[in-house]
């Protein structure tokens, strides 16, 4: 589900360049997540509609944080941040995401403690999406604001790794269940926000049509229930490693698909970052692969 998450994720900046040909970016936010929860939620119903798996007190507020972290405020500050930064630099901020919950999970999550080894191991995978992105990351666009579109990139990276800690934390649920819910408060919140920034929706057609319902249905609605998955069964520290392999998928299909050159910083990244996972995660892929050849 790892390897699937980076795949997925990292396709999905070639097809937000192709939607936005056609969509506003408030609007892009807001129709991605809209499709998303109705698919989603056919889903769970027809698997019985069940949310909470106990008879403990649900936990409402606690889901609608998670709705607020893990869709509607991040994709709200990356699409108004990245008028103002440089993609380089958006990328770094991701990348630096497994970071930021580490040191979450050591303090918010029982058996997420932090470690020298893990800690190691996720400087050498965020140092391999430096090298990945290379010194433009840190370039000036030259554009006013760029300031607050820095802070605002900053700001998705910990909405995300927030996110992963509190779906961690939450009592029994329906993974399905709980994707529904998520981006159902992500999707009310986003389509507000959009009407009163970007007023009315403009009719996309053709190639940005296409790229919205893909990322809908792929990179929101499949994508955000196994995030959902890894995290209630691995932990968030795990489900982390996904964001170094995004930069990396997102190169290769830049290069595959829209014809954009392949530089030799690619291998040596790569190399960094398989290192650091490695590393970090010693312990949990071990597991894997002991129980895989059984």
Known sequence: MIGTLGVVWGASFMFIELALTGMTPYWLAASRILLASVVTTLIWQLRGGTLFLTDAPPNWRLVTAIGVVSTALPFMLLSWGQQFVTAGYAGVTMGAMPLMVLGLAHLFVAGEQLTRRKALGMSVGFL?????IGPRAFESSGLEGET???LACLGAACCYAASSILTRRLQPVDPIGLSAVTLWIGAVLST????AVEGAPPLPTGIALTAIVILGLVQTAMAN????LVIR????????LVNYQVPVWS???GVVFLGEALEASLFAALALILTGIAVSQWGALSRLFTRTER
């Open 128 to 132: 391999g999406v430096v090298v990945l």
């Open 225 to 228: 229930l196994l995030r959902i």
């Open 251 to 253: 190169v290769i299909f």
């Open 148 to 150: 607050l579109g820095r």
């Open 233 to 240: 069964s691995a932990g968030p520290t795990f489900m982390s």
């Open 192 to 195: 507000g926000a959009a009407i």
